[in-house]
């Protein structure tokens, strides 16, 4: 018989970075903090990114077919990532105080990010609890030569903590 | 007018780990390097990959419905990177002197990695280039202590190359 016991610590030993999805319904901006962000082609450039059908921004993104993606820097403060990934645009204007830009009609996070793009929804997946949406990249800028987060360092360096709705929330792990 | 020249940058921003994912058909096994492996839902542990449609790895996924992943350490050397990143299966038997063994079925390979898992293919999505194969995590096992091989610095350190059929090659990135 296989072990399969080690399934949460195998899993936590695959790579992520850090990032904020945002999107928007009508004049509303609203983003989360996601770890599953990945190019799936090149040829188009081609991104996907799996959002728990609980949040807000899968509504929106849901709604206007767009999605930004914010990679953060290593130096990303706590209380960033906490507003963005512990609280729920619900009840709070995430937005309100934080640097951002429209990127191709799209709100991008530009604090503490080192690169933005903006995808538009070609297709979705219905994971169960996430849905995984991909689509082609239609415009992207880096902001500064700064390294990126990564969620190793996020959660072995800083101690952050996962978020339940996260695709990577393991119990054991 | 956004500046869209920073696609590559911006994408080679995101964080990967580097991987080899394998699979069989009937007796014969085959392997390749990969780097975008992530998991998309916690509950029920499920893995996806994108694999290029070229590849042979694609072939035997494709029939045998299942694949592993072995999450390469960060001491993995170039040759072994080599072996299994850039020489095809269908000329070279990448298992014959490679240590690996059969989890749930599926070979998977030990040599250099920190944790291997099985995954059942519950679905795919046809990414044009690329399939998406996702499934289920059905075993798993931690093999070592050491740290995990990243994406970055396979590119940034060991100054490794990308394989054109990655879904990450990007000719300016």
Known sequence: ?????????????????????????????????????????????????????????????????????SVLSVGTPQVFIGLFGFRTGRETDKFGKTAHKLLDGCPAVTENAVAVMTVKVENSVDMGTHTLFYGSVTAAETLSGGDTMTYDYYRNVIRGKTHKNATTFNTAG
């Not at 509303?28 to 190019?39: D, E, L």
């Open 1 to 69: 018989m296989e072990n399969n016991n080690d399934i949460p610590r195998a899993l936590g030993r695959i790579s992520y970075g850090l990032y904020v999805v945002s999107s928007s319904d009508g004049g509303k901006f609203n983003g989360q903090i996601v770890n599953t962000v990945f190019q799936v082609t090149s040829s188009p450039a081609r991104i996907a990114v799996g959002i728990n059908k609980a949040n807000l921004t899968h509504e929106y993104i849901s709604r206007s077919g767009a999605f930004s993606v």
